[in-house]
């Protein structure tokens, strides 16, 4: 099985600084695209944050362009987003998404974390 864990969300000011983590670890034979997404209200979809392939190409939702940066440590199967001046409407639970094939069935999967919190208040 294939595990994906974030950390690092909580409360900030607007215009504050956030850095999430996430790692994957488990029955891991390869490790594909991994990205962020958000979900406002519970319930409702999860939508695209930012994105990273294996190579190191991103992408990012138009909202979050010249705040948000994705990285990735591929040697550690792990992903970050630094956040910089957070928002009010950015305030959501963040989710890591890994896509992955296991060491069982070699099949591509994609695999979700937890999520965490991220709440931008004065």
């Known amino acids: 099985q294939v595990q994906v864990v974030e950390s690092g969300g909580g409360l900030v000011q607007p215009g504050g600084s956030l850095k999430l983590s996430c790692a994957a670890s488990?029955?891991?034979?390869?490790?594909?695209?991994m990205g962020w997404y958000r979900q406002f209200p519970p319930g409702k979809q999860r939508l695209m944050v930012a994105t990273i392939t294996r190579d190191g190409l991103t992408n990012y939702t138009d909202s979050v362009k010249g705040r948000f940066a994705i990285s990735r440590d591929n040697a550690k199967s792990m992903v970050y987003l630094q956040m910089n001046d957070l928002k009010p409407e950015d305030t959501a639970v963040y989710y890591c998404k890994a896509s992955a094939a296991d060491t069982v069935r070699y099949r591509w999967d994609p695999y979700w974390g937890q999520g965490t919190q991220v709440a931008v208040s004065s």
């Open positions: 488990g029955s891991i034979f390869a490790l594909g695209d």
